[in-house]
């Protein structure tokens, strides 16, 4: 493993000690390099809206921690300046998701991360872009 790819685990697991939103998901971080991330969940009954279908914010939810791990990863503090997520599938109980987080820019002051979210059929059922602004801070 790669130095840098060294730094960016150790960045996604000190951030995972204290999600407690993404460990109630059921997160599962599969795969982590620098600006890079790949996560995984399974969607539970609790999660369906009053449509028996997941609440949007899940899948959200889901791109964001993907999101956040990617754009973090280098142990620069960064946080979201804007995001936005086309749904183009349901998803139903049952179904796991993968969020993978690429990197499209790597800028001083900023990042841009292209985020797709795909059902265990490998179907598409979401898309999330964002970009992040970087702090200058470390994490560790």
């Known amino acids: ?17 204290n999600d407690s939103f993404s460990k109630w998901m059921g997160l599962e971080v599969i795969d982590v390099k620098e600006g890079y991330s790949k996560v995984r969940m399974t969607i539970r009954k609790e999660m369906l809206n009053g449509f028996g279908i997941v609440h949007g914010g899940l899948a959200f939810s889901l791109a964001d921690s993907a999101f956040a791990f990617a754009c973090n990863n ?53 898309f999330f872009k964002g970009t992040c602004f970087r702090t200058g801070k470390p994490l560790l």
């Not at 493993?1 to 000690?17: F, G």
């Not at 990197?103 to 292209?114: A, K, P």
């Open 1 to 17: 493993m790669r130095e840098n790819d060294q730094l960016a685990n150790k960045v996604v697991e000190k951030m995972m000690q």
């Open 74 to 126: 280098r142990n620069n503090i960064s946080v979201a300046l804007d995001v936005t997520i086309t749904f183009t599938k349901a998803v139903n109980v049952g179904d796991v998701l993968t969020a993978e987080a690429k990197e499209i820019h790597n800028g001083r002051s900023t990042g841009v991360y292209l985020i797709t979210i795909a059902n265990q059929k490998n179907e598409q059922v979401a």
